[in-house]
């Protein structure tokens, strides 16, 4: 007659399958952990072996089903921390995947055995033979907390200080999909609860007639501590104007390049929020060329810049005049007598285009190009 032991049972949480620990024969190690069908009327099917990846040639004891499917179970056999540690393996439709120890406070140098968890995963209680006990086996209990930290911030005027108010923004994961978003309120701040620790996200902020501006921040692994992103963002119509990046066109060549596009899509923002303006477009160059080819460039341009913004929906009635004045209002002393003289930044400084508010807001608009 065989003799052998089963003990340390525990039911999954459907109640459908009993797991035990038996030294029967034709196991892996000194215990194995095992599984049953639970059937009807109280009666048990066939055990079955939890095989290899879960059993080793020691020991594998007191298992434990969590709500979400997770086998906890002690052993000696997987790699660990001193005799026995708790690991955990997913189920998944039956199968196990490789044991991943708990790690410490709940392993340390001394048998550490008979976790079990709670249905949310805040508390539990598991046993061991530590020093710091009360005697051989101590029972103690343990409390998960999720770290979770704010992301707040104030959103300003980069000019002025000001804060911003009703300004959206957004918290973004890494993948660019949007988690959360909000207004900001009369002191221009924002404020994300309770987001998890140990996260990259990244906060975009946006207001009508300003720049967007986005900023690259991260979680840390301190629960309860704060993590502060401050935008600032460039106002797109500064007293008279409206100033974006410069605008360029290809040497000798009045078409309108992509990285242009992109800037003039800031005008086309600020014409369709602001209905009533209608401007006219002044173009400027230096003075490398000769006076009337420059004149005609820069009127080529001016009206190249134009047709653009009509294409992008802004009626030609709302677009007064396009005019280029060649080298005619230069910025610095970069004439045809002191042109070699000048570097290209100062250069640079002459090539630009005006785009004037005319009616509506009688601002200036400016742009460099």
């Known amino acids: 007659m065989i003799h052998f032991q089963c003990g340390h049972a525990a039911l999954s949480s459907d109640e459908k399958t009993l797991y035990f620990v038996s030294d029967m024969p034709n196991g892996f190690g000194a215990t194995d952990i095992y599984k049953v069908s639970v059937l009807e009327n109280n009666t048990f099917g066939t055990p079955e072996n939890l095989g290899r990846t879960i059993n080793t040639e020691g020991r594998e004891m007191f298992p434990f089903v969590g709500s979400d499917d997770i086998l906890y179970f002690a052993s000696d056999g997987h790699l660990g921390l001193g005799a026995l540690d708790v690991f955990e393996s997913q189920i998944e439709a039956g199968v196990y995947t490789n044991p991943v120890n ?67 923004v957004q918290l973004m994961d890494e993948k660019g999909a949007v988690i959360l978003e909000q207004k900001t309120g009369r002191t221009g701040a924002y404020l994300f609860e309770k987001m998890d620790c140990e996260k990259k996200f990244v906060v975009v902020a946006s207001k009508e007639n300003y720049r967007n501006k986005n900023k690259d921040t991260e979680t840390l ?54 209905v009533d303006l209608v401007i006219k477009i002044e173009s400027h160059t230096d003075s490398r060329g000769s006076k009337n080819y420059n004149r005609s460039l820069s009127d080529r341009r001016a009206k190249s810049t134009r047709d653009y913004l009509i294409s992008r929906g802004i009626s030609s009635e709302r677009i007064e005049s396009a005019i280029g004045f060649g080298e005619d209002n230069l910025l610095n002393n970069c004439d045809d007598a002191n042109s070699s003289q000048c570097t290209e930044a100062e250069h640079q400084k002459n090539r630009r285009s005006y785009f004037y508010i005319v009616k509506g807001n009688k601002n200036k608009v400016k742009v460099n190009n």
């Open 102 to 168: 708990l790690g410490a406070p709940i392993n340390g140098s001394s048998d550490d055995f008979a976790f079990v968890i709670n249905d949310a995963h805040s508390y539990g209680f598991f046993s061991s033979n530590r020093k710091s006990g009360l005697g051989d086996d101590d029972i103690y209990s343990f409390s998960i907390y999720k770290c979770k930290e704010d992301v707040k911030g104030i959103i300003t005027d980069s000019r002025t200080g000001v804060p911003i108010q009703n300004a959206a």
């Open 221 to 274: 692994d301190i629960n309860k501590e704060v993590v502060v992103a401050n935008l600032s963002l460039e106002s797109l119509i500064v007293k008279d104007q409206i100033v974006i990046n410069p605008i360029y066109f290809d040497f000798d060549l009045s078409n309108i390049r992509e990285d242009a596009e992109y800037e003039l899509e800031h005008i086309v923002t600020v014409m369709k929020s602001n």
